[in-house]
């Protein structure tokens, strides 16, 4: 099954996994571990349409072709800097994760769906895995805030 997306759905579906892996990274900040966790979201989106070469959803928003025709940019999301390190920016990601899937039900297959979600999950691993805890990124990879924040969205995308 292949789907047409109108510009706001585009948006929609490009945001969620964007939102989930900047929330990781500033539900546990570090001195360095911003610029590792920011170049691993981005290897992320670069890379999704070679990782999900039969995806609609995927395809319709991180193929080349769709960033190059400017239907779609890929623009961090607006953050409010009341958000940053606490659940709220994990609750705003969260929504809309959930927006993002509600966008799609119906238009595509339940297995595009589903790898969907886990390239949304993925974003979120590799972020969190991207730079240690700890003052200059030196303590345990993935911190228990990163891990409560992961297990919250593992929860939300049904994975």
Known sequence: MTASFAPEELRTIAEAPML??????MVDVGIVS?????A?????????????PTNSIIQ????????????????P??????????????DEAIARVNAALTTL???????EIQEYK????????AVANASGSGLF???AKVSEKESAALERLKTTLGL
Do not use: R
Not at 40 to 52: H, V
């Open 118 to 125: 886990s390239f949304i999950y993925t974003c979120a691993e």
């Open 137 to 139: 990124g030196s303590g």
């Open 20 to 25: 989930a892996g900047f929330a990781l990274s």
């Open 105 to 111: 039900s119906g238009k595509v297959s339940p297995e």
């Open 60 to 75: 319709a928003v991180f193929s080349e072709e769709a960033l190059k025709s400017g239907a779609v940019k890929l623009e």
């Open 40 to 52: 691993a979201l981005s290897k992320q989106i670069a890379g999704a349409a070679k990782s999900y």
């Open 77 to 90: 999301p607006a953050l409010k800097a009341e958000n940053a390190q606490s659940e709220a920016l994990v």
């Open 34 to 38: 911003t610029v590792p966790e920011a």
